[in-house]
């Protein structure tokens, strides 16, 4: 666990601190945006956090759930999420509009090796929902862009309508220090300017890499981690620099109710970030 | 500080505690369980296993972590419900319960303490009870590090020797409550030490069933995670939850909300025991569920006891009660199955 970045509610761990929705909007049919607020000043401005560090978000009412944070901590202050339409909790918060309040508490798990990963090459591999967690890491690797040495974006969606941070992700395609390729399984309006095919199908646009020294993320649906492996095994990359963001049922978030326990780990505490060797160790873990 | 104390002036010391909550095993029917005691004559230690072990005094099947409102917009209370910390007493403590608290106490401690838990926890004195004839036929606790009379996790250790208790101090704690009613504690004979010995010597004999070669087990399992044996083990298992609900090391629960009125919003946030054994327990909102079937259930409850632990926290998450196999409805049997897994080793 990442133990520099304190936590909110550090005598109860189960209490929520209160936060305000600042911005939601939705991203396609099913995915909304929301941009939250701590409400008291001072925890928002000192709260920290890594990429690929998750908080569980409270509908009180409902209850509450865990979800990465898409923001990134170069930029503090709001927290941002990308939730997808699923259980009651997402339910209650698709319901809920801008200024009203939700409870917040976190951040928990490990996030990505930033430390690691500096003066390295960073691709980035994306299936559909999977941008909610990456996203942070690709503005933090941006935001910090003389840390990092190459960074790639793969971006994989079923079809346009359901790409979600289109705009955001089409306007990194301006960017020369940033190789962006976009991917739809299925162009199902005539209009898509891209790559078509799975996001597998990007790899052969990639520009030759240094493997030893580059680190692959990878997040998407649980069906696209085995062909985005062998892709990534292929090109030699160590299997300890093949990171995953995988999800979990979890209750508590804290290492307690046993929900998320894989293995002799808790995907709250040790993960959710997983490297390629963590998983061909862990059966269950995908 | 050992102590002995006349079966005649054990209710007297329990009188002294009265500042106390105390709990001690009731007969409700034909069953027994831990539950709070208003007279102290009424305390029978000549009881067979409870059904529940006492963790539900530290950690409840159900309890409210917080409460909460929000009449609108711009207000949302949220008030932490912690337990009180009244002190407390329980009397009649297996040495196998006492053991499986030191166990949960490992889970519930760590980076993020649960505040819960620990409020209980510190203001409860364990008086145990050795078990000179096993309290269940299905008893084990030789096969997991313990003992009928192990002191581990007690503050006060009591062996029965027929009209009079041997009692041993094993904490601040345990020798405080001994001090409450000082006239009423003799010095021990060496008669009454030997009769200890002999008691205990004579207790562990009569545990019959006993899981062989335990240390082999862990390094094993490793290679059986795609054994059929969890197959074939699990098909009579009906998912009721019953071994891990009765378990006196089994932890995992669930947080639920429950809403008393929606507008204002005002309600309870409550958490409750939960069990992997159930088909939820892992199931991710998106209908995809890492572990699918009985087998991957029954596998996650052997290996997370014997295994996944022992990685974690070195002991066995278990203590050998034997309640899980007493109570099963359809017979599945923990040893048997450990039987059966040194057997694929061998």
Redesign the interface.
Known sequence: ?N?ENK?LTH??????E?ARIVRTYYLTEDVKFFQVRIVDMEKALSFNYSPGQFGMISV??????PFSISSTPSRPGLLEFCIGK??TV?NALFRMKE???I?FRGPYGNGFPIEKMKDKDIIIIVGGLGAAPLRSVLLYCLDNRDQFRRVSLLHGAKKPAEMIFREEFFALKQREDLECHLSVDKDDTGKWTENIGVVTTLFSLLEKIDPVNTYALVCGP?VMYKFVIKELVNLNIPKDQILMTL???M??G??????C?????YTC?DGPVFTYWDVIHM???? | MEKILTKKSFPLWVKELVSYKIYAPQKNGDLWNFETIKKPESINLDFPNTVLPPKNIIFPQREV??E?E?SN????Q?K?T?PDDDPTIIFGVRPCDAKALTLTDK??S???????YWKRRNSTVLIGLACNIPPSPNCFCLSVGGSPHSKEGLDILMTDLGDKYFVESLSEKGSTLINLAKPLFQQPKAADKKAVEKTQAEAEKKITRQIKDIKKIPSILKNM?DSPLWDEESLSCLRCGICTYLCPTC???????E?AS?SP?K?K?VRTW?T?QFPD??????G?N??PDRA?RLRQRI??KF???V??YQNYLCTGCGRCISKCPVGIDIIEVLDKVRDYGS
Do not use: W
């Open positions: 666990m133990g936590h005598d109860n761990p189960f209490l929520p209160p009180l009412g409902a209850g509450d759930a699923a259980g997402t200024n009203s309040l409870g649980p999800e979990r049922r209750k508590c804290i290492g307690k109710c046993g929900h326990a894989i293995d002799y780990i505490l059966r269950e873990l995908i | 972590l917080l909460f929000s917009e711009n207000k949302l949220v932490e912690l889970v519930f760590g980076d993020f303490k649960d505040p819960y995670f932890h995992c629960f669930d947080i639920n909300d809403v929606s919003v309600g946030r939960d992997c327990f892992t199931m991710h909102s998106s995809h890492p572990r991957s290996f997370h295994q996944y632990f990685e974690r």
